[in-house]
């Protein structure tokens, strides 16, 4: 019987969140204010933060680095921020583009585009003023924008919106005395006024990458109750306790684990860029049960020196989750070694929301797993002829749960087969149920978590004049998992050296797009029809 069945579903359910202390002894009026509070957010993907204003108003529900806020006050901050965006020369706008780091500005924003419907586009905080400038023009095409950023990326808003300076600007954090319009300016103008609510669902846009290279957007409306199902079936979570939260909040797997956490009335800790060290302090400080990392951050962790890692112990973490790229194994072992087996991976997808977990048990048994099945979810491997393959055979990753995402942006959606969709990696399934991931079905680099597709940083260098040709592939990284490794051919008479390449990149892209080796050949190697040999390109890279 599936977990939407009309009998054994809602019993499953209730049975999970009395045993997460999401259900708990309460007054029957408190859990009427807290179900309409949500239901005035439409059941979106920020209803649980208007649900804990109600169920524990006075507790902690955001820290960072200007201190505590309320859950009651995020709640009232919020509402004064979508009155102040209705209230707008030009109106409420349709798209709120947010490109900002982890911090209240952030979440306050997020709230109130979604209690005055608009739409809010999850702008990574790596892109160059050209990839910001295509992202915002593409999803705001038709409609009102205003863009809510951090003020260390004006420089990069004012390349992207030179084309369009009438775009509403707002500054989401300032370390100056900025006299640009600011979110805390707008809240504190409006303070104790309401929005007038929006009839309809808002949607998140999340930034994926295409086959193209193009960063699109996938639309998310939220609100099945088997993705809260699933993951306190398989990650100890428990209702009103304190969760670091690092992992980048305009990163889906961040963005998620902010959703969650706000759900069942965690206090959200965060800051506004990763330091190792500072987040142990956080933990231990804050005694929280929970940490939110992206896998990169483990190794960084615990590069840290031992005289470093033993002023912290981390004894109140009940779970460290991380997803978004491959973990290093024998980091995966350190961490528990140190730590307790604490560490949950998991296996997401921006359009199939959460697929596998690996437990501490399963990460102990094998390291590099990406977990089992997550509940409500199937996964198959399939090869070519979308055949199923048996346990042990590499094939593609095909998944069908009920959080798979609303579409595209574009209209565009993703290749299914028999109702399952997929997911663009390949792996094999073992003998146990577990799933491991061996890498995409294309060409696309994963460097850090960050997707990368070689033609858009090719095109990116043979757009400098010194270069004819260029070749990017990835190639292993400890610590990143891949990085990217260049080959190019120089224009006759040019001398461009591999630095000042690599700042051409970096002025146009995103920093997590930039090779980390170039190299200049005389001519690329090629196939007898013509095109470039990646084969022998690839075998250089590895006899280096």
């Known amino acids: 019987m599936g977990l939407l069945d009309p009998i054994t579903g809602p019993v499953g359910l209730m049975s999970t969140l009395a045993r997460a202390g999401l259900i708990a002894p309460m007054r029957p009026d408190k859990y009427?204010?807290?179900?309409?509070?949500?239901?005035?957010?439409?059941?979106?993907?920020?209803?649980?933060?208007?649900?804990?204003?109600?169920?524990?108003?006075?507790?902690?529900?955001?820290?960072?680095?200007?201190?505590?806020?309320?859950?009651?006050?995020i709640d009232q901050r919020a509402d004064a921020f979508a009155a102040a965006l209705q209230a707008l020369p030009g109106g409420a706008p349709d798209v709120v583009g947010l490109m900002a780091r982890?911090?209240?500005?952030?979440?306050?924003t997020m709230i109130a585009a979604n209690r005055i419907g608009a739409a809010v586009l999850l702008l990574n905080t790596s892109f160059a003023g050209p990839a910001l400038a295509e992202v915002v023009a593409r999803e705001s095409e038709g409609r009102t924008l205003v863009l809510v950023y951090d003020e260390e990326f004006t420089e990069t808003?004012?390349?992207?919106?030179?084309?369009?300076?009438?775009?509403?600007?707002?500054?989401?954090?300032?370390?100056?005395?900025?006299?640009?319009?600011?979110?805390?300016?707008?809240?504190?103008?409006?303070?104790?006024?309401?929005?007038?609510?929006?009839?309809?669902?808002?949607?998140?846009?999340?930034?994926?990458?295409?086959t193209t290279g193009t960063p699109k957007g996938a639309s998310h409306s939220g609100g099945d109750p088997s993705v809260l199902k699933s993951i306190l079936d398989r990650t100890p979570w428990r209702a009103e306790q304190p969760v670091v939260v690092v992992a980048p909040m305009f990163h889906a797997w961040g963005f998620s684990q902010l959703v969650f956490a706000a759900s069942m009335a965690?206090?959200?800790?965060?800051?506004?860029?990763?330091?190792?060290?500072?987040?142990?302090?956080?933990v231990d400080r804050h005694r929280a049960t929970g940490l939110c990392v992206v896998p990169v951050m483990f190794d960084r962790i615990m590069e840290l020196p031992d005289e470093v890692l033993d002023r912290y112990s981390g004894r109140s973490l009940r779970f460290a989750a991380a997803s978004g790229s491959r973990m290093?194994?024998?980091?995966?072992?350190?961490?528990?070694?140190?730590?307790?087996?604490?560490?949950?991976?998991?296996?997401?997808?921006?359009?199939?929301?959460?697929?596998?977990?690996?437990?501490?048990?399963?990460?102990?048994?094998?390291?590099?797993?990406?977990?089992?099945?997550?509940?409500?979810?199937?996964?198959?491997?399939?090869?070519?002829?979308?055949?199923?393959?048996?346990?042990?055979?590499?094939?593609?990753?095909?998944?069908?749960?009920?959080?798979?995402?609303?579409?595209?942006?574009?209209?565009?959606?993703?290749?299914?087969?028999?109702?399952?969709?997929?997911?663009?990696?390949?792996?094999?399934?073992?003998?146990?149920?577990?799933?491991?991931?061996?890498?995409?079905?294309?060409?696309?680099?994963?460097?850090?978590?960050?997707?990368?597709?070689?033609?858009?940083?090719?095109?990116?260098?043979?757009?400098?004049?010194d270069v004819a040709e260029a070749a990017v592939l990835g190639a292993d990284d400890e610590k990143f998992g891949q990085r990217l490794v260049a080959f190019v051919v120089l224009r006759q008479g040019s001398q461009a050296s591999a630095d000042t390449l690599k700042q051409h990149v970096r002025d146009n892209l995103a920093n997590y797009k930039v090779p980390r080796q170039i190299t200049v050949l005389d001519e690329l190697p090629r196939s007898i029809t013509g095109k470039i040999s990646r084969k022998d390109l690839q075998e250089r890279i590895e006899h280096a």
Not at 273 to 279: I, L, R, S
């Open 266 to 282: 965690c206090t959200i800790i965060t800051r506004r860029k990763f330091d190792p060290e500072a987040t142990l302090d956080l």
């Open 32 to 73: 009427l204010r807290i179900v309409a509070a949500m239901q005035r957010e439409n059941m979106a993907v920020t209803s649980g933060f208007a649900g804990a204003a109600q169920r524990c108003g006075d507790r902690a529900g955001l820290v960072d680095e200007l201190g505590v806020l309320t859950w009651r006050q």
């Open 328 to 465: 290093r194994p024998d980091v995966v072992i350190a961490f528990m070694d140190r730590f307790g087996d604490v560490i949950y991976n998991n296996y997401n997808a921006t359009e199939a929301g959460m697929i596998a977990t690996a437990t501490p048990r399963d990460l102990r048994a094998a390291p590099d797993t990406a977990g089992r099945p997550a509940e409500g979810t199937e996964i198959r491997i399939l090869d070519a002829d979308l055949r199923e393959l048996p346990a042990g055979e590499t094939g593609a990753i095909y998944v069908r749960n009920s959080t798979q995402f609303d579409g595209y942006t574009s209209g565009a959606t993703k290749d299914f087969h028999e109702g399952f969709m997929c997911s663009g990696d390949v792996g094999y399934l073992d003998e146990e149920g577990r799933l491991f991931v061996v890498g995409r079905d294309d060409e696309m680099i994963v460097s850090g978590g960050e997707n990368v597709y070689p033609i858009e940083v090719e095109k990116t260098l043979t757009r400098h004049p």
């Open 102 to 108: 982890n911090h209240r500005g952030f979440v306050e």
């Open 157 to 210: 808003v004012d390349r992207a919106l030179a084309d369009s300076p009438e775009t509403p600007r707002i500054v989401a954090w300032t370390d100056t005395d900025s006299h640009e319009q600011t979110v805390e300016s707008m809240i504190e103008a409006h303070a104790g006024q309401q929005p007038q609510r929006a009839s309809t669902k808002s949607r998140t846009i999340l930034l994926t990458s295409g």
